[in-house]
């Protein structure tokens, strides 16, 4: 034995049963194989109830999408605010499924409580907690150093050169507001918006992703250069696109010639009603990001934009909320469309112009 290891090192079940959370795990077959004390708690029942009987027998599942995708052997899936039954009784929860790597067929599912929290755009204003204030401290020390030493770089090489420290410069500074504009979500008012050149956002953007991408994936590009300004926040826009560009870019890398295009037209017509206007917004300008992947899952395509509901294996489900979330902040839409015939998927963002 080890020197300093302790030979009474609590076995997997202790170690399950200590979780604050409610666990089940389950087995190839789909049956439920143990539950902690947490998700007896939670379910309303000992475990004995529910070992040895179907996953789906035991958990009814409100959405029968969800059911389906619990039904395949390799699912994954984190979601937030399902509605399920257990018996009599009704649950509103949040659930992730997991697999087990080197054991085929075997999960893990985690349970909690929904309706102990609030969503994610109904959250109310209360001070930032200690916790998030010091990480984010932590964060921006080791930025300012990688800022600082590609400006003593960018004194010492050549124009091409520096042009890639001034770019590390930029999303270093980036990346900070992004921490400022995360502690303030939902505390904060939005950005304020002013009118810039749409397609400075977009290049920025692009810059960044590409820097990042293989060079077998292809880019394509359609710009409308008559474009009027757009009232928005260029930061957060940058943000935006980064984000969908990001995911195009994952989504397509998955066939076999991969290729994102980016457009910007005139969208006249469109408009949405902002409630916090009280009226109707007119939202011509368009920008729309297209991959040629294989697409969402159709179980989660309804609940892209919701937190914690994630397609990729080890997603955390952020990204498209915080892009909904900055999207309306700046008075704009997004939606997402799948078009299964040509293969393509489109997200679009729709933006006021500036007078």
């Not at 009814?60 to 389906?68: K, S, T, Y």
């Not at 916090?276 to 395509?301: C, F, H, M, T, Y």
């Not at 892209?304 to 294996?313: C, G, L, T």
Request: hydrophobic fraction near 40%; include cysteine; charged fraction near 25%.
């Amino acid at each position: 034995m080890s020197e300093g290891v302790s030979a009474d090192v609590p076995g997997p079940r202790e170690q399950i049963a200590g979780l604050n959370f409610a666990l089940l795990l389950v087995g190839p077959d789909m049956t439920v194989r143990e539950v902690n004390p947490a998700g007896e708690d939670l379910l309303g029942a000992s475990a004995s109830r529910f070992v040895g009987r179907g996953l789906l027998d035991c958990l009814q599942l409100a959405e029968p999408r969800f059911r389906e995708s619990l039904e395949s052997p390799e699912a994954q899936l984190v979601a937030r605010g399902l509605d399920m039954a257990v018996g009599d009784k009704r649950l509103r929860v949040n659930l992730t499924v997991s697999t087990l790597p080197g054991n085929p067929g075997w999960r893990v599912l985690t349970l909690s409580d929904a309706s102990q929290g609030e969503r994610f755009e109904e959250q109310e204003r209360r001070p930032a907690l200690r916790g998030p204030a010091v990480l984010a401290h932590e964060i921006k020390n080791p930025l300012a150093a990688i800022r600082g030493a590609a400006q003593l770089l960018g004194r010492k090489l050549g124009e091409g050169e520096a042009k890639l420290t001034g770019l590390i410069q930029d999303e270093v500074d980036r990346i900070a507001q992004l921490i400022d504009r995360m502690q303030r979500l939902g505390r904060e008012r939005p950005d304020p918006v002013a009118a810039f050149n749409l397609h400075s956002a977009v290049h920025r953007a692009m810059q960044t992703v590409r820097l990042t991408t293989a060079p077998e994936l292809a880019w394509r590009e359609e710009f409308d250069p008559s474009l009027p300004p757009v009232l928005a926040s260029e930061g957060a826009l940058v943000q935006v696109l980064v984000n969908l560009l990001a995911n195009a870019r994952d989504a397509a890398m998955t066939s076999p010639a991969p290729q994102v295009t980016i457009r910007t037209r005139f969208a006249s017509g469109l408009a949405m009603r902002v409630m916090r206007l009280g009226r109707p917004v007119k939202l011509p300008i368009e920008v729309q990001v297209s991959d040629n992947g294989p697409g969402i899952d159709p179980a989660l395509a309804d609940h892209i934009f919701e937190p914690f509901v994630s397609s990729k294996a080890n997603g955390q489900g952020l990204g498209l909320a915080l892009v909904q979330k900055l999207v309306r902040d700046m008075d704009g839409r997004v939606s997402h469309e799948r078009d299964d015939e040509a293969g393509w998927t489109h997200f679009r963002v729709h933006l006021p112009v500036a007078r």
